[in-house]
Nanobody, 123 residues
Framework: QVQLVESGGGLVQAGGSLRLSCAASGRTFSSYAMGWFRQAPGKEREFVASISRAGGATFYVDSVKGRFTISRDNAKNTVYLQMNRLKPEDTAVYYC????????????????WGQGTQVTVSS
């Protein structure tokens, strides 16, 4: 499995932006599809976005389409989540995850997880 470490979370006002990064260890990063999930207090973990191994395909939950962008740099073993026009309802712990499935479609398809980074959006 790949080891994942997220960074870039913090406190931001509504309408602001943050960029999350997820650094992966190992030489097999490019063989993993990557995803971002989030979990708010008292709620289940929610899919946010995913990106295919080479970065050619991306998927988003409807609530973030047009505001968030997932990208990856396989040379740097890093996946990013650019979050713009943030809303208070985006407040959550954000997790990076890796999957050996080509186009993962559920939480169960992701076998590698980071420790999470807190994103708080104030109104």
């Amino acid at each position: 499995q790949v080891q994942l470490v997220e960074s870039g979370g913090g406190l931001v006002q509504a309408g602001g932006s943050l960029r999350l990064s997820c650094a992966a260890s190992g030489r097999t990063f490019s063989s993993y599809a990557m995803g971002w999930f989030r979990q708010a207090p008292g709620k289940e973990r929610e899919f946010v976005a995913s990106i295919s191994r080479a970065g050619g395909a991306t998927f988003y939950v409807d609530s973030v389409k047009g505001r968030f962008t997932i990208s990856r740099d396989n040379a740097k073993n890093t996946v990013y989540l650019q979050m713009n026009r943030l809303k208070p309802e985006d407040t959550a712990v954000y997790y990076c995850a890796g999957s050996t499935v080509s186009f993962p479609s559920s939480v169960g398809d992701f076998g590698s997880w980071g420790q999470g980074t807190q994103v708080t959006v104030s109104s």
